[in-house]
């Protein structure tokens, strides 16, 4: 049986809706999730988020972003760490996303951040995910 892996499900939900130009997606709300989220909002990859409560574990609705030629500002979102390979980076090997147009969002004793700020606190950790 394979294993279920809620990031990478919330991740392919945002990439095809972005690609078929939809306005709002919603996925599973957990606090990874949310912190995921809130960093793609932050650095300007979606418009906003809302958690929403349901009558199980809630869910998170994700409206994306998208430039006046209706491109997205989303070209990529792409698992690193999975249940099965689990992916650790010392603060000194922190990768740099597509040349630093894209971001690394890392999980680190300091929490959830890019692979920018955990560069600058000196903190290494789990690279979650990418995004450009």
Do not use: H
């Not at 809302?50 to 009558?55: E, G, H, M, W």
């Not at 690193?80 to 603060?91: D, E, F, H, Q, W």
Request: hydrophobic share 35%.
């Amino acid at each position: 049986m394979a294993v279920s892996d809620s990031i990478s499900d919330a991740l392919t939900k945002i990439r095809n809706a972005s690609s078929a130009k939809r306005d709002v997606v919603e996925i599973k709300k957990s606090k990874l999730m949310e912190g995921i989220v809130s960093i793609l909002k932050r650095e300007g990859f979606i418009a906003d988020y809302r958690a929403i409560p349901d009558n199980k574990q809630g869910i998170i609705r994700v409206y994306l972003r998208y430039r006046k030629n209706k491109s997205s500002y989303i070209d990529g979102l792409r698992r690193i760490s999975k249940p099965s390979l689990r992916i650790y980076r010392a603060k000194e090997d922190l990768p740099t996303v597509r040349g630093g147009i894209g971001i690394a969002v890392v999980s680190t004793s300091q929490g959830l951040l890019t692979g920018k700020e955990a560069k600058e606190k000196g903190v290494g950790g789990e690279v979650l995910c990418y995004a450009w």
